[in-house]
């Protein structure tokens, strides 16, 4: 019976090794036919698959490391300071039409308009706000310095009661797990300067008239003699668009070929806001570059646009959208039932954010 019981323990073992082999030699055969083709690809003949690769990975903070694995610092670095070279397109306000009429869109019962529209590489929804005033900025902390998270979509809905929201500007995330605790630069919300560590970035806010400013490195000192009342900061080079009273500049750039999920906020010469989200890292949305955007803005006619943070915390939310617009709720997810509008494909629960551009009831 011993001798038994002992054989059919070393048959057990046995073929658990030979299970935990196959995984193993599997799972090496997928990383080694993941790394070649990595490497096929970071040195093949095509630059343009590579460098666009190169900064899809680049714009989220989990996979920044990856383009090292098969190339060289100075060439990874070389993509990325090509990719910033902008070239301005500049028009004539005069005949600055949009392609799009914001006004042929009739406001539904809450005074805004949800638009949705697949281009061939990704899924947009933009939302349009006729009175720039219903847009400002909540925060998820009244006490930045002491704040250990910041705040979902969802949350920070509940805490304004405000209709509508996407997300904002800039927050410390290496490798993708920042809790969205605090800011970076310069953050205004409803007339206070609530947040400013002294860093330059792109500025993106309204100002005492409810017009938008796109500016770089824009000071704690130019915020306050312009008047912003509500505004955040997202890195650097992000204005998209801006205008004088008889020019638009469009600041395109032709390298940057990166797509992903995107956020951004334009505002159009009458006044109107337009929030723009796309989807992105799926099959079926691979998200969009930065002329895309642009683009999508130009067509609705803004003459002031800037680019928000994107990846992961790309956002937007509009309460009970489903009802307004008659959405079949069987073909969303729980996100999108409390209110998400784009599919968050994350993988993890919606992060955890400190700033949002909110629009009020």
């Keep these: 019976m011993y001798e038994y019981k002992r054989k059919k323990r070393n048959g057990v073992a046995c073929a658990i090794r030979r299970t935990a082999l196959c995984i193993g030699t599997f799972l090496l055969f997928i990383l080694v036919a993941v790394y070649s083709a990595g490497f096929m690809v ?3 003949p095509s630059e343009t698959i590579c460098n666009m690769l190169v900064l899809s990975a680049k714009q989220a903070s989990a996979t920044k490391w990856v383009p090292y694995l098969f190339m060289s610092k100075s060439r990874v670095n070389q993509i990325l300071k090509d990719s910033e070279k902008v070239n301005v397109d500049t028009v004539d306000a005069k005949n600055y039409i949009g392609t799009e009429s914001t006004k042929d869109i009739k406001p539904d019962d809450n005074g805004l308009k949800l638009v949705y529209f697949t281009k061939p590489r990704f899924k947009a929804y933009l939302l349009i706000i006729d009175d720039p005033s219903r847009v400002t900025v909540g925060v998820s902390s009244e006490n930045f310095k002491s704040a250990v998270r910041g705040m979902r979509i969802f949350d920070i809905a509940e805490k304004y009661n405000c209709i509508a929201a996407i997300n904002g500007g800039e927050f410390s995330d290496v490798g993708g797990r920042g809790s969205g605790a605090a800011p970076m630069g310069i953050t ?3 007339g206070k300067k609530v947040w400013s560590d002294g ?13 938008l400013i796109c500016k770089e490195g824009m000071t704690e000192k130019e915020a306050n003699e312009l008047g912003i009342r509500d505004g955040v900061s997202f890195q650097n080079g992000n204005v998209l668009i801006d205008s004088t009273d008889d ?14 999920q995107r956020t951004a906020i334009g505002q159009c010469k009458d006044g109107t806001v337009l929030m723009l989200v796309t989807d992105g890292r799926t099959a079926d949305s691979i998200g969009a570059t930065r002329n895309e955007l642009i683009d ?11 680019m928000l943070d994107g990846g992961s915390s ?6 009970n959208y489903f009802d307004v617009y008659d959405v079949d709720k069987s073909s969303l997810d729980e996100y999108q039932l409390k209110g998400l509008v784009n599919k968050y494909k994350a993988f993890v629960v919606p ?4 700033t949002f551009f909110i629009v009020t009831e």
């Design 247 to 260: 020019k638009v500049k469009l600041y395109y750039a032709d390298n940057n070929t990166g797509t992903s």
């Design 351 to 354: 992060r955890t954010i400190p």
């Design 199 to 211: 860093l330059k970035r792109t500025f993106i806010g309204f100002d005492s008239n409810n017009k």
């Design 314 to 319: 790309a956002m937007l939310y509009y309460r």
């Design 296 to 306: 999508i803005m130009v067509s609705y006619g803004a003459v002031s646009a800037g």
């Design 188 to 190: 205004f919300s409803n």
């Design 42 to 44: 970071a040195h093949g």
